[in-house]
């Protein structure tokens, strides 16, 4: 998690499927909401989710995770990169390319 004033930002909680009842994404969830809280943020912005509410959609789950957590969904303008070193992003974006030829 980042925070900055009163924005707080989940980054990555790294989860997989092997021993999913353990739940632990939700504790990770959890402290960060409780940490955010401590440190006087007012928004937890927890990233991504699916572009429609459809339980058919690839991160449905993804969805209601973060809905179950008590998130609201709200659509804003999304991100973009900013290549700092260009040859390296467009080496980085040819390889990314070739890898899902594979």
Known sequence: M????NLSWYI???SSSE???LFAPKAIMERMIADSI???SRYLDQGGV????????HLAGL???KTNTGCDIIQTTGEWD???NKPLAWAFDKYMTWRAKK
């Not at 980042?2 to 004033?5: H, P, Q, V």
């Open 82 to 84: 900013l290549a700092l």
């Open 63 to 65: 969805t209601k995770f």
């Open 12 to 14: 990555y909680g790294a």
């Open 2 to 5: 980042i925070r900055s004033a």
């Open 50 to 57: 699916s572009p429609t509410l459809e339980a058919g959609h």
């Open 38 to 40: 401590a440190a006087g």
């Open 19 to 21: 021993q999913r009842k």
